[in-house]
């Protein structure tokens, strides 16, 4: 059973989730001197984020503080972001802003396939971060990290503007950090697309259905209910160098936040 | 005619492009009334009811003025004038929680023994709907509603599950960001202190008559000349009462007592985990005292 | 009050009990019950009793239709009665106005109930949601599918002994919490590691989702002679712009013309009812805030008054104004946040919506102070509010509600209402008549824009709206410009309540439990200690308010516990969908857009 675990399929944005959290874009050294990739990469980002065109997509509460965010008081456009697109195919950003039910998550990995690369996703609030006050529902996805990669979480209940606002920031941060000779998207090789979930009973990730039919079909079928692995029961805390990493980071964000 | 509503509405949309166009032009424009300004070239927004319009908040550099009872994620408080956590490990704030994302480890000494004190104090952000029940059913005043808002974070665990450590702010925090509740708060801990010693006063005083009664009652039943009150019976169970009161009220004292010899032992020789204890806030009054000047600047008290 | 006693029910229909003298047998008990009667009704008499009820005694809105699965209820009402189910209808009329008739009707589990769908259009979707939720079969209903979750979910999720994957406890606070809390979620201890549960002996592999069978596809087909078409069916949503949400139509065209409509929601269905149910009490507060995540003071306001119906408390002067208060200047944000988006649905994008919302951000300011948050008040407690005032406030609102919100009416007035596009698109679109839309429950500014004068605050008043002097704007035309401009109306309407609730505001208390203030810690606000666990008596309540939607009911039975047993919300988006289908068609694709904007759905409150 051990040897059979889910494989996390958070890793899909390793590298790029690495390469923020080490805080060291390793640079080649015969690219070091290289002038113009730095500029160029300057250019590209730059141009990039300030003209990150979110996809026009609404799921619940939260899209209504998205609408406030977008209207006179805050006024997305100051971002260069107004353009809201309804098309997954001209936008940059995808902004999950709500609670994801089973029956939408389809829907939802299928506009992401949709989006051309480069693109990102915010979870906006908490039911997209992590299914929220909701996770313990029946029809609900506890985030939708379980489905596709996530950039930038936002948390809140809803999250207020500004809170949205400095994830978008948090998001441009982000952009500035990749250079055009390491993002993925220009690699060789097609980017595979997610796998869209099922409804079936439940829904079910096309990914997982190894692991679902030994619970269904094995042996395990034969108690009552999904087993529970045990392995699983016990807590699973942070590993220290994680946290200290993490803070690390934090604590360098915030020195570069806050001027003396 | 045909035509008339359509130009009456872009009058109206002539209007407010005009009025804000003039606005923006001049040097100090009106839209900033009311506004605070810091050093450093931001200002803090507080549009007065009376100014027309509405105003753009440019949030990086603009913000706007949060009022006190803004409520975003919990806070516990570190209580800085008796150097504790204010939390007792009750566990009330983990019972109201609607979604019941609050962990609580109750703290235990050597022999296992629980104390009033939590070991480990966790909170899923990502869960929370910052809803303040927890804050609102303390009854130590130990949880309270953070105003920070600024939470966004790349990866989702573990960062958005705060711990201890990271939900821990000392009280001057607090009291910068809701003021008024703080001092309401303050006056009635002061009230119900005093209130408390004027009770054990009156206990002891009242525990003393008992005695003085009862010495005599005794002194009386002794005699056997008065006519005994009570049946022996009846006078047997009251003693056994006093007796279990009393070894209740030694417990207690032991106790404080306990508190007592450690408060004096803490002088002489600064053991470890004192030094950490002081350490810690320290730490957490560094940590605060950022917080606190830059909300207070935003705050522009 | 609330005293539940069950009048045994007699094997041969009591002429005394109400109704049977003109339906023989159909009443065969009742529920006493201080505020509402319940009447238990004979499956097979049942839509004779509608019927009756319908053309005899004016009952004419069918305006709540759920169920309570009882097999694991602990009150003693229940004692004797082996029936699993009750199914439980509220009528209202339009024209008395008053109170309910309250109609069960008891089901053995796998037993059918004829559908009240030939009396009442209206019971469609709400039988479907029973259908979905509990597994009641309606026997002549139209179509009867599933319709918050998908085909092929498996069970039913509202009854009882149904388990969703994610499950610690019955019923909240949960153990593993205190005192000895080890982080970690149910569902990572599943092998899955989601929060997801699949049958013993169910194959993925072969796994064929279940074709539905949707109306839409045997609409009637007609030919225009030699320019024969072929009719074709068009798929709106759930993500689609114009969909206020994630919401989907299904419609079969003709060229532009739609000659059906079906809508298919339950894509942001995030099991509000079941949750309520784990809950405690007071737990539930803060979820109504989500349903209709526009206006949480009004959803607030329902559900205290339901549970206050069964705590039996009287609300201080104070309170009261404060939340009628709250509850006006929410549905001034909510009119005037739909009037620009119809706009918007009308193709004038930004610029309208952008003005129609401008106030709105001022009269947040004014909640978030009070509250603490702009959306998700969470203000509203059993027996009043949660929090006074603060110093100021009242200017500020007193500015509002007789400079700044008139105002901004007059602007937006004048920017729209004689705009000629907005009159072209408006005039006599999504026409349906006013007993249409009453037979399908239908409530809310939709039917006073058809020329009903009913609103629940005149009807059947709550609170104290019986004290202010406001008049039930109606226009007869019933079409979108009619819809858009009622809104108009009835804002200016709330304005006019709101300048004198605020000029009587007394002083006083907020709570009838506020023998606390603030700093004596909100734990004594319920009574003392476990106040947050109270436990009200045993009964059933409604309680509904007029929610700038429509009628917002909430469905409450206790069993004397601390957690609801059952808690239904009657959402006026969800029901006012019913008319969505028979008013588009006929019109063009574009139209349907605006039809439903106009309808003005929130879908956290459509799919709860």
Same mark, same amino acid.
Not at chain 3, 69 to 81: E, L
């Given at each position: 059973m051990e040897s059979t675990m889910v494989t996390d399929f958070k890793d899909i944005k390793q590298e790029q989730m690495q390469e923020f959290l080490h805080d060291s874009i390793q640079v080649p050294d015969?690219?070091?001197?290289?002038? #113009?990739?730095?500029?160029? *990469?300057?250019?590209?980002? =730059?141009? !990039?984020?300030?003209?990150? =065109?979110?996809?026009?997509?609404?799921l619940a509460c939260c899209a209504i503080e998205m609408i406030a965010t977008a209207a006179s008081r805050? *006024?997305?456009? !100051?971002?260069? #972001?107004?353009? #809201? !697109?309804?098309?997954? !195919?001209?936008? *940059?950003?995808?902004?999950?802003?709500?609670?994801?039910?089973?029956?939408?998550?389809?829907?939802?990995?299928r506009i992401y396939n949709q989006m051309a690369e480069p693109r990102y996703v915010l979870a906006m609030g908490a039911c997209a971060t992590g299914g929220g006050p909701f996770k313990e529902g029946y029809s609900v996805v506890s985030g939708i990290d379980k489905y596709i990669p996530v950039d930038v979480y936002v948390p809140g209940c809803p999250p207020t503007p500004e809170a949205l606002i400095y994830g978008l920031l948090k998001l441009h941060e982000k952009v500035e950090r990749q250079s055009i000779t390491t993002v993925p998207w220009y690699r060789k090789g097609a980017n595979e697309a997610i796998p869209v979930p099922v409804l079936g009973p439940d829904i079910f990730d096309p990914r997982k259905v190894q692991i679902i039919k030994e619970q269904t079909l094995g042996a395990a079928a034969a108690a009552k209910g999904p087993a529970v692995s045990k392995a699983r029961l016990q807590p699973q805390p942070m590993a220290e160098d994680a946290k200290a990493r993490i803070r690390a980071a934090q604590a360098k964000y915030r020195a570069q936040k806050q001027p003396a | 005619m045909f035509g008339t509503g359509l130009l009456k509405g872009l009058g109206v949309t002539l209007k407010h492009f005009t009025d804000t166009f003039t606005d923006d032009r001049r040097k100090e424009p009106s839209r900033y009334e009311g506004s605070i300004k810091l050093d450093d070239g931001r200002r803090i927004i507080d549009q007065p009811i009376t100014q027309e319009g509405l105003l753009t908040i440019q949030y990086p550099e603009e913000r706007r003025l949060l009022p006190e009872r803004f409520r975003y994620i919990p806070m516990l408080l570190w209580d800085t004038e008796i150097g504790e956590d204010r939390c007792t490990a009750c566990g009330i704030c983990a019972k109201v929680c609607p979604p019941q994302c609050i962990w609580i480890v109750r703290d235990s000494d050597e022999n296992g023994k629980p104390i009033t004190r939590p070991a480990e104090f966790y909170i899923d952000v990502a869960v929370c709907m910052s809803c303040s029940f927890c804050a609102e059913f303390c009854p130590f005043d130990a949880i309270k509603m953070n105003h920070d808002y600024e939470l966004a974070v790349y990866d989702r665990y573990p960062q958005l599950v705060y711990d201890k450590e990271e939900l821990t702010v000392p009280l001057e925090y607090y009291a910068a960001l809701w003021p008024t509740q703080f001092a309401e708060e303050q006056a009635?801990?002061?009230?119900?202190?005093?209130?408390?010693?004027?009770?054990?006063?009156?206990?002891?005083r009242a525990a003393a008559a008992k005695a003085q009664a009862k010495a005599a009652g005794v002194a009386e039943a002794g005699d056997g000349a008065a006519k005994p009150k009570r049946s022996k019976e009846e006078l047997d169970a009251l003693k056994a009462q006093a007796a279990a009161k009393a070894a209740a009220k030694k417990e207690g004292g032991a106790d404080a007592g306990a508190v007592e010899t450690g408060n004096a032992e803490a002088p002489v020789a600064e053991d470890a985990e004192a030094a950490a204890k002081r350490a810690r806030l320290e730490e957490l009054k560094r940590k605060a005292a950022e917080k606190a000047a830059q909300r207070k600047k935003e705050g522009g008290a | 009050m609330s005293e539940a006693t069950m009048v045994a029910a007699p094997p041969v229909a009591d002429p005394s009990l109400p109704y049977n003298d003109t339906v023989a047998g159909a009443v065969v008990g009742t529920w006493a019950d201080d505020t509402d009667q319940a009447l238990f009704v004979a499956p097979d008499k049942l839509l004779a009793l509608l019927t009756h009820l319908?053309?005899?005694?004016?009952?004419? @809105?069918?305006?709540?239709?759920?169920?309570?699965?009882?097999?694991?209820?602990?009150? /003693?009402?229940?004692?004797?009665?082996?029936?699993? +189910? %009750?199914?439980?209808?509220? $009528?209202?009329?339009? /024209? /008395?106005g008053g109170g309910p008739v309250r109609l069960h009707v008891r089901v053995p589990d796998g037993d059918t109930v004829p559908s009240a769908t030939g009396v009442y259009p209206g019971a469609n979707l709400q039988e479907r949601e029973v259908y979905d939720l509990f597994g009641i079969t309606f026997e002549g209903h139209p179509n009867l599918r599933r319709v918050l979750t998908w085909e092929g979910f498996n069970g039913h999720p509202l009854r009882k002994d149904w388990q969703e994957a994610y499950f610690d406890e019955e019923t909240k606070p949960f153990k593993n919490r205190h005192p000895a809390g080890s982080y970690q979620w149910h569902e990572d201890k599943l092998p899955w590691g989601d929060n997801n549960t699949y049958p013993a002996g169910w194959d993925p592999d072969s796994w064929e989702a279940p074709v539905s069978y949707v109306p839409v596809s045997q609409a009637p087909h007609r030919g225009f002679g030699e320019l024969d078409t072929q009719s074709i069916v068009i798929n709106l949503g759930p993500h689609h712009p114009s969909t206020h949400g994630v919401f989907r139509m299904l419609t079969r065209m003709e060229g532009e013309t739609i000659l059906a409509l079906e809508p298919e929601m339950g894509y942001l269905h995030r099991n509000h009812e079941k949750i309520g149910e784990r809950n405690t009490w007071l737990m539930n507060m803060p979820f109504t805030d989500r349903l209709d995540y526009?206006?949480?003071?009004?959803?607030?306001?329902?559900?205290?008054?339901?549970?206050? /119906?069964?705590? %039996?408390?009287?609300?201080?002067?104070?309170?009261?104004?404060?939340?009628?208060?709250?509850?006006? $200047?929410?549905?001034?944000?909510?009119?005037?946040?739909?009037?620009? +988006?119809?706009?918007?649905? @009308?193709?004038?994008l930004q610029t309208p919506a952008l003005y129609a919302i401008e106030e709105r951000e001022m009269i947040l300011d004014l909640f978030e102070e009070v509250s603490g948050a702009r959306l998700m008040c969470n203000y509203m407690r059993f027996g009043g509010v949660v929090r006074d005032l603060t110093p100021g406030w009242e200017e500020r609102a007193k500015y509002l509600v007789h400079d700044r919100l008139p105002r901004a009416l007059d602007q937006l007035d004048e920017l729209l209402s004689g705009n000629e596009i907005v009159k072209a698109r408006g005039r006599g679109v999504g026409y349906l008549s006013a007993q249409d839309l009453i037979a399908l429950s239908v409530t809310g500014p939709m039917i006073r824009a058809a020329g009903v004068p009913y609103d629940i605050r005149k009807a059947e008043p709550y609170c104290i709206y019986d004290r202010f002097d406001f008049d039930i704007p109606t226009l007869a035309e019933s079409d979108i410009y009619a819809r858009y401009y009622i809104r108009l109306l009835e804002a200016r309407e709330s304005v006019k309540i709101l300048q004198q609730a605020l000029r009587?505001?007394?002083?006083?208390?907020?709570?009838?439990?506020?023998?606390?203030?603030?700093?004596?810690? +909100?734990?004594?606000?319920?009574?003392?200690?476990?106040?947050?666990? +109270?436990r009200p008596v045993e009964g059933e309540a409604y309680a509904r308010v007029e929610a700038p939607k429509g009628e917002l009911g909430y469905y409450i039975v206790s069993d004397n516990k601390t957690n609801a047993y059952r808690y239904h919300v009657r959402s006026p988006s969800y029901i006012n969908l019913n008319a969505l289908g028979p008013m588009s068609v006929g019109y063009k694709i574009a139209d349907a857009v605006v039809i439903l904007g106009a309808i003005d759905i929130v879908l956290g409150e459509v799919d709860r």
């Open positions: 015969d690219l070091q001197s290289n002038v #113009m990739v730095t500029t160029l *990469d300057k250019v590209y980002n =730059w141009s !990039r984020k300030s003209s990150m =065109w979110p996809l026009l997509f609404g805050y *006024d997305l456009a !100051r971002f260069g #972001m107004e353009v #809201m !697109r309804p098309s997954p !195919r001209q936008s *940059d950003l995808m902004i999950v802003s709500g609670t994801v039910t089973k029956k939408m998550a389809p829907a939802i990995v | 009635h801990r002061a009230k119900e202190k005093e209130e408390e010693l004027r009770r054990n006063e009156e206990k002891k | 319908r053309d005899a005694e004016q009952y004419d @809105l069918l305006s709540s239709v759920t169920c309570v699965d009882y097999s694991a209820y602990k009150g /003693k009402a229940r004692a004797g009665i082996s029936e699993r +189910f %009750d199914v439980v209808y509220h $009528l209202y009329s339009t /024209k /008395k526009i206006n949480s003071m009004s959803n607030n306001l329902g559900y205290a008054l339901a549970v206050e /119906k069964l705590l %039996d408390i009287e609300v201080p002067e104070r309170a009261q104004y404060i939340r009628v208060i709250m509850a006006e $200047l929410t549905r001034i944000i909510n009119h005037t946040w739909s009037i620009g +988006f119809i706009l918007n649905d @009308l193709g004038a009587d505001l007394p002083p006083g208390q907020i709570n009838a439990y506020a023998s606390a203030t603030l700093s004596q810690g +909100f734990g004594t606000i319920m009574g003392g200690k476990g106040g947050y666990t +109270f």
